[in-house]
């Protein structure tokens, strides 16, 4: 599920709306014939955002990679030979980052098919069914060092009720890392400004050294979403 907004929101539920009009971009759609006006507008975005184009000039899967990259140069959580899971790994941008800077194993969790990358573990699994934790922790084989999740809820459209929805996603990445991370590990999720329950914050806080909240540059600046992480992993609940 961790593909960037606009893309995945577009193949799930049809076009989403534009932050803002398609004024001032240098790059426009040839061609919008059959299109609604919201998919013409993110595709425009889409030409005109310089994070997609780096991403193709590196190979990379997404442009939400860099959002991992920048969280990792602020916080420093992926060591060499780190243990990784990444929960709603799709397409797989977060994946290559986790390898590029070092790490020796990856599972990778999501419920939309994902192209093989070497050496990762790719599950197609629904990380909300019962069974699907104790599936990724058979995969990782034992404890792991980061535990990531760019999960986010399908959008209805009513803020309250996608900001609930992805609470809940929020909350059982938590509540995984926390059955799952050595000590010392790192636990970084996407959130949405206002929706993160203050009682998971706060067990949170207890469970780790520090609980801090950041939004990356290649977030787009109308996007909601910010990133919890969590560092120095004390063991136990919390």
Partial sequence: MSEDDGERRRRRSGPVKSGGDARGLSKRVKSAKGRKLSSTLWLQRQLNDPYVEKAKARGYRSRAAFKLAELDDKFRFLKPGARVVDLGAAPGGWVQIAFERGASQVVGVDYLEVEPIPGADMLLLDFTDPDAPDRVKAAAGGAVDVVLSDMAAPTTGHRPTDQIRTGA????????????????????????????????????????????????????????????????FRGGQG
């Fill in 169 to 232: 996603l929020v909350e059982a990445a938590a509540e995984f890392a926390v059955e799952t991370l050595s000590p010392g590990g790192a636990f970084v999720a996407k959130v949405f400004q206002g929706g993160l329950e203050s009682g998971l914050l706060e067990r949170l806080k207890k469970a780790f050294d520090s609980v801090k909240h950041a939004k990356p540059a290649a977030s787009r600046p109308e996007s909601k979403e910010i990133y919890l992480v969590a560092t120095g």
